[in-house]
T-cell receptor
């Protein structure tokens, strides 16, 4: 069975400093991995996806993630945090059986301090 | 950019009542999903729908739940007799091909509160 584990439930950074949100995955196959962001009272917005092409994936709003098979990780990074980045972030793996439903991590709430 | 829209944004219902949550997926998408997020818990898959029938459902999706695509645009989730534990945020999602690598597009959700 596939799964993702988000290692931190809360992360706080100062504005202008780097962001690192950690995600590890478990999959028997080459996984399709995604990061989504959820701002308060809004839906889930796709930040980026990995689907076995380049291992370094660039997304929207300056975010990127690196797929590391040896570490079974797909960590999300951003060089410089902005106040508007404060939100909940979800690491997601697409199930390879059935209808490719999403399997979500528990989420990481990012707080950006002025 | 096309969006998935969900109505209502917030629904308050008495326990035991029926509730219908509505979604309008992106127009050229063929695969539809419902997920829910109970407060403080992770987002969970409920059901997927393709070609006017359920493709897959989770253990959560019991006989109290049903889905329907009544016309060419709406996709609904019905809960027949609501329970307190049905209180959650419900998200509708859609994508074009239903493949592993294709992202799902989500609506803003309906917050369902059962009293």
């Amino acid at each position: 069975a596939q799964s993702v584990t988000q290692l931190d439930s809360h992360v706080s950074v100062s504005e202008g400093t780097p962001v690192l949100l950690r995600c590890n995955y478990s999959s028997s196959y080459s996984p399709s991995l995604f990061w989504y962001v959820q701002h308060p009272n809004k839906g889930l917005q796709l930040l980026l996806k990995y689907t076995s092409a380049a291992t370094l994936v660039k997304g929207i709003n300056g975010f990127e993630a690196e797929f590391k098979k040896s570490e079974t990780s797909f960590h999300l990074t951003k060089p410089s945090a902005h106040m508007s980045d404060a939100a909940e972030y979800f690491c997601v793996v697409s199930d390879t059986s059935g209808t490719y439903k999403y399997i979500f991590g528990t989420g990481t709430r990012l707080k950006v301090l002025a | 950019e096309p969006e998935v829209t969900q109505t209502p944004s917030h629904q308050v219902t008495q326990m035991g009542q029926e509730v219908i949550l509505r979604c309008v997926p992106i127009s050229n998408h063929l695969y539809f999903y419902w997920y829910r997020q109970i407060l403080g818990q992770k987002v969970e898959f409920l059901v997927s729908f393709y070609n006017n029938e359920i493709s897959e459902k989770s253990e959560i999706f019991d006989d109290q739940f049903s889905v329907e695509r009544p016309d060419g645009s709406n996709f609904t989730l019905k809960i027949r007799s609501t329970k307190l534990e049905d209180s959650a945020m419900y998200f509708c999602a859609s994508n074009q091909q239903g493949s592993a690598g294709q992202p799902q597009h989500f609506g803003d959700g309906t917050r369902l509160s059962i009293l």
